[in-house]
């Protein structure tokens, strides 16, 4: 099922099961190419005010922190156990698990609204990524600039996918109308 802005768009059912056994549906293989081509050549939506950036931001936002909290609970090592391990000497002793998460999706996702700020002011017409976020971040954060340049490559792939998906929200946002 492939659905726009909650309403179904195209159905695609491949195979149905008869006398306990799944057999192939004839028109099929046609309906799930016809679903494929519709959501892959799908333009994505533009976001047009700085209300509808915020609760798609806040909705992104909570799957990075779902993912960071997925990873710490798996992880023994790694990036974001090293962050964790430095903000509790520096900043918080007793920071827990999801006190963090929250407080890294929370910083990553106000970190990559500045720097995608910064891009579209400094470098228009040029790509706004997850790994380009450190160099537009503004030189008077410097914490959220070396956040950046040090996990742009090495953030876990199921928090880097959520991340990912910020910055293309970002790159979707007609920054006029954000920033009325």
Not at 99 to 120: E, K, N, P, S, V
Not at 134 to 144: C, E, I, Q, R, S
């Amino acid at each position: 099922r492939w659905f726009v802005r909650g309403q179904r768009r195209l159905c695609a059912r491949i195979a149905e099961i008869h006398g306990g056994k799944l057999r192939a549906v004839a028109a099929g293989l046609d309906e799930l190419r016809q679903l494929f081509a519709g959501f892959i050549t799908q333009r994505a939506e533009t976001v047009a005010s700085a209300k509808e950036l915020a609760e798609h931001m806040a909705r992104k936002t909570e799957q990075v922190r779902a993912a960071t909290l997925a990873e710490l609970k798996g992880e023994t090592g790694g990036t974001l156990r090293d962050l964790l391990a430095a903000f509790r000497s520096v900043l918080i002793a007793d920071l827990t698990e999801e006190r963090f998460a929250d407080m890294f999706a929370q910083t990553l996702a106000y970190g990559l609204f500045a720097a995608w700020i910064q891009a579209r002011q400094q470098a228009p017409s040029k790509d706004f990524t997850l790994e380009s976020a450190g160099a537009y971040t503004p030189k008077t954060n410097p914490f959220l600039r070396k956040l950046f340049l040090h996990i742009a490559n090495d953030l876990p792939p199921a928090v880097a996918e959520p991340a990912r998906d910020l910055v293309e929200l970002l790159n979707h946002a007609q920054m006029d109308a954000v920033l009325k």
